[in-house]
T-cell receptor
Framework: AQTVTQSQPEMSVQEAETVTLSCTYD???????LFWYKQPPSRQMILVIR??????QNATENRFSVNFQKAAKSFSLKISDSQLGDTAMYFC??????????FGTGTRLKVLA | DSGVTQTPKHLITATGQRVTLRCSPR?????VYWYQQSLDQGLQFLIQ???????AKGNILERFSAQQFPDLHSELNLSSLELGDSALYFC???????????????FGSGTRLTVV
């Protein structure tokens, strides 16, 4: 069965600094998708970035980028120039042919002024 | 507005009662997923429907059931409620043909259920 592990329950970063959130997963599939979702205090789930496993190039969305290491089954999220609005829970998620996602337990990120 | 509508936003009910949570997917999305998020926990997959048919089932309790109607809206029914059922219940939808992977889920804003 697929599993997703986020080993950092909480992290903090100074405004304008860079922070990296870790995620590892386990699967026997070769084709799958990985996602990072943000959940601010409003509790809305917001898609931050997605990565297709068959693409070697790391996905980037503005200040957000990933480091996808397929062999190591690692999918970390880097947030550059952190802003106060980045304060949220961040969930890593894995999806494959069955379409349902498996979520990690989340990392609570606090951006400090 | 994500395009996925969940009602009600908040629900307070007593133990032993039955409630129905409603979800309208984003226009054009055929798949609906239900997830449960207990306090400060990750999201637990409950069930998926695709175009009216059950597609996948997670750790959904027998006291819970769901269905998707011809107009594609979905309802999650929770019965014989217990204190431990208090949680945020999310609905998400996705667009074919590749399934959720191609585009990712679009989540509704959730229904917060409090059982007292």
């Amino acid at each position: 069965a697929q599993t997703v592990t986020q080993s950092q329950p909480e992290m903090s970063v100074q405004e304008a600094e860079t922070v990296t959130l870790s995620c590892t997963y386990d699967t026997s599939e070769s084709n799958y998708y990985l996602f990072w979702y943000k959940q601010p205090p409003s509790r809305q789930m917001i898609l931050v970035i997605r990565q297709e496993a068959y693409k070697q190039q790391n996905a980037t969305e503005n200040r957000f980028s990933v480091n996808f290491q397929k062999a190591a089954k690692s999918f970390s999220l880097k947030i550059s120039d952190s802003q106060l609005g980045d304060t949220a829970m961040y969930f890593c998620a894995f999806g494959e042919g069955t379409y349902k996602y498996i979520f990690g337990t989340g990392t609570r990120l606090k951006v400090l002024a | 507005d994500s395009g996925v509508t969940q009602t009600p936003k908040h629900l307070i009910t007593a133990t032993g009662q039955r409630v129905t949570l409603r979800c309208s997917p984003r226009s054009g999305d055929l798949s609906v997923y239900w997830y449960q998020q207990s306090l400060d926990q990750g999201l637990q997959f409950l069930i998926q429907y695709y175009n009216g048919e059950e597609r996948a089932k997670g750790n959904i309790l027998e006291r819970f059931s769901a269905q998707q109607f011809p107009d594609l809206h979905s309802e999650l029914n929770l019965s014989s409620l217990e204190l431990g059922d208090s949680a945020l219940y999310f609905c998400a939808s996705s667009h074919p043909p590749g399934g959720a992977g191609d585009y990712g889920y679009t989540f509704g804003s959730g229904t917060r259920l409090t059982v007292v």
